[in-house]
């Protein structure tokens, strides 16, 4: 008779593993992203992965003087989040700061890879938020590597629909004005380079979930519950709500529900508490867009939530093996 220590069953994924397919899940939106905004958002993109990175080996390496910490699939995971929340104008400096709010305040002063209680790439994205306005609002649209235009002077949809609604006009005196559509949402409009890759995002999500690295509760939770209210409030008064499609394909909802608000550390652990915890960020960012000052509300929502997920697992936790 062999006796070992548990566990006993062994599974091939492994934390590395985990964060390289997310690494694939995201490349077709991070295409998508080059091809529109092009050179401006691979600086971007190459500035984030390369600060988190560096950043998180060098905390872990002399800082911490505890280099097993450093996890290279799962800082660049971050990066590339990180890259795909922000405008493709934003200064090189502001990513290298965003990079360092990311790794060294919301990752690795909690203790590094699991132990943080907020998504590291949100908690950059709303600290620049706060910190450098009109950078993290500037929307001109860069040239990219599929159009010859060097620059367009443009803002998000919710961005639009929010001013106009409180200059006093309706809803489809907005549309009409600007020339807006379900359709037009998803074109070459201003924003961050996540929110024009919505059939990309969909598609990388589909790849975690059939590698089994996801599950459908938490975005599943979220994206139902926006429609839900938005759909409610666009029929008692659509003149000034906004209806599903556009609350569904528009900002950073499908990026926020299938990459940010699924983060191992950072959601529950249990199903019914990651349909908790999807409904809490629906219900949330549908009061900011409709109520608040942000025309968007993703990222103020997951971090919300996230304060509840210690909470949320001790409510509902998994059964123990061999337990009723």
């Not at 001109?140 to 367009?152: C, E, K, M, Q, R």
């Not at 200059?167 to 379900?182: K, P």
């Amino acid at each position: 008779m062999i006796v070992s220590p548990s566990p006993h069953l062994h599974s091939p994924a492994s934390t590395n593993s985990i964060m390289r397919d997310v690494v694939i899940a995201l490349a077709p939106a991070t295409v998508v992203m080059l091809l529109f905004y092009g050179w401006a958002s691979l600086l971007v993109l190459a500035v984030a992965c390369v600060g988190c990175v560096g950043l998180e080996y060098a905390i872990a390496r002399w800082l911490m003087h505890k280099p097993e910490l450093f996890n290279g699939w799962s800082a660049a995971v971050t990066g590339v989040l990180l890259a795909l929340n922000l405008p493709p104008t934003t200064p090189w400096w502001v990513v290298v700061i965003g990079a360092l709010v990311a790794i060294g305040v919301a990752k690795m002063s909690f203790g590094g890879l699991g132990q943080n209680l907020f998504n590291p790439a949100i908690t950059a994205r709303v600290f620049l938020l706060i910190s450098f306005p009109v950078y993290m609002t500037n929307w001109d649209l860069t040239g990219g590597f599929i159009n010859s235009v060097d620059a367009i002077s443009g803002a998000t949809p919710l961005s639009i629909i929010k001013e106009g609604l409180m200059s006093g006009m309706t809803l489809d005196e907005i549309m009409e004005v600007n020339g807006m559509n379900a359709s037009s949402i998803i074109r070459d409009l201003g924003g961050s380079g996540g929110e024009i890759s919505g059939l990309a995002l969909v598609a990388g999500f589909i790849y975690l979930w059939i590698r089994k690295v996801v599950k459908p509760w938490i975005p599943l939770s979220i994206l139902l519950t926006v429609a839900l209210i938005s759909g409610v409030f666009h029929a008692v008064n659509p003149e000034y709500f906004t209806g599903i499609e556009i609350n569904i394909i528009s900002g950073g909802m499908l990026l926020g529900a299938l990459f940010m608000a699924t983060d191992y550390v950072t959601s529950p652990s249990s199903k019914w508490g990651g349909v908790i915890f999807g409904v809490g960020i629906g219900v949330i960012v549908m009061m900011i867009r409709y109520f608040g000052s942000y025309p968007e509300g993703m990222s103020f929502a997951i971090l919300i939530m996230n304060c509840f997920v210690p909470l949320i697992n001790r409510a509902f936790h998994q059964k123990k093996y061999g337990r009723a």
